[in-house]
């Protein structure tokens, strides 16, 4: 058993828990002199029926996530990351990180962001982190923002 990480997978998308779980992702590549490879999932499934006729949608979620994915690349380069790369995926976010790009990438650990869901949210549709898991390979870090440890008191 290795107690050093060498392939880091962190999923952005943009909100508060997301920057927290980049930023303890790039102090544990730092210590680990590990590979971080940055992941945001286009969830397809929110507006393939709505958009099916022009794609404007579509091509507003890839200019986001071209955007996100820059800046945080940026950021790292700032703080003297240079083994890095950006990854732009399609599909249901549960499934696509842990099922596909962590094993695409050989990730040795996913760092995620615990999400804001209330209670019913979480029983009915399940969070992202929950499933992601559930379902790794790989050990995975959920990261909680101040405002989600402040909404569970």
Request: proline share 1%.
């Amino acid at each position: 058993m290795t107690l050093k990480y060498s392939n880091i997978l962190v999923a952005v998308d943009g909100s508060k828990a997301a920057e927290c779980a980049f930023k303890k992702a790039l102090q544990i590549s730092n210590r680990n002199q590990a590979r971080l490879s940055l992941v945001h999932v286009i969830d397809t499934r929110a507006y393939v029926a709505i958009d099916a006729y022009n794609g404007t949608m579509a091509n507003r979620a890839e200019n986001y996530a071209e955007d996100l994915l820059s800046g945080y690349k940026e950021e790292a380069m700032k703080l003297g990351l240079e083994n890095m790369d950006t990854i732009i995926e399609y599909g249901s976010p549960k499934t696509v990180i842990p099922k596909k790009v962590a094993k695409e990438i050989g990730a040795d650990l996913i760092i995620c962001g615990a999400t804001g869901l209330n209670a019913v949210e979480r029983l009915l549709i399940g969070s992202v982190s929950e499933h992601i898991t559930r379902s790794a390979t790989c050990d995975v870090l959920v990261v909680r923002s101040e405002e989600d440890e402040e909404e569970e008191v």
